[in-house]
């Protein structure tokens, strides 16, 4: 019996791990609803100096996900479909020309890296960088941030 009470204690007492790492967030299920814009800012850069910055409140435009990456993007007056695709953090959407009165806004590929995005908060990050002929870099950062609206 002692013997047996010994094995128990032995084999009974393995060692737990008291950190378990982090999940993943499921971006995937995280991004499905209605998303509300609360702030876009960007920021101008020529030869990596700061020419430029402007804060917008943009509220009343919205991203609205739906399961099968599908969606709607909806400024003020206009209301654009587009189609999305979740890899790792980087959101790619691919949106189709619509027509609002006499302007036509063409159909248009772009990514953002997410830097955050959790049941109700989405900051997407985008930057571009164009370089002259006389080799002038021009870069712009944009840093937006979203609010969830609905599910």
């Not at 099968?68 to 949106?95: A, M, Q, R, V």
């Not at 189709?96 to 900051?123: Q, R």
Request: with cysteine; glycine share 6%; charged share 25%.
């Amino acid at each position: 019996m002692l013997l047996c009470a010994c094995a128990l204690i032995f084999f009974g007492c393995g060692s737990k791990n008291n950190n378990p790492t982090p999940s993943k967030p499921d971006y995937k299920t995280l991004i499905i609803g209605k998303w509300g814009n609360a702030k876009d800012t960007i920021r101008e850069y020529t030869n990596d100096k700061l020419t430029k910055t402007h804060i917008t409140n943009t509220q009343g435009d919205s991203y609205d996900f739906k399961a099968d990456g599908t969606g709607i993007e909806k400024w003020t007056t206009l209301t654009i479909p587009y189609t999305y695709i979740l890899s790792d953090k980087t959101l790619s959407f691919h949106t189709f020309s619509v027509k609002d009165g006499a302007a036509t806004y063409p159909g248009n590929d772009f990514s953002f890296e997410i830097k955050s995005l959790t049941t109700n908060e989405l900051i997407l990050f985008y930057q571009n960088v164009d370089v002259d002929s006389k080799g002038n870099v021009y870069k712009e950062v944009e840093i937006d941030h979203y609010f969830k609206l609905s599910n």
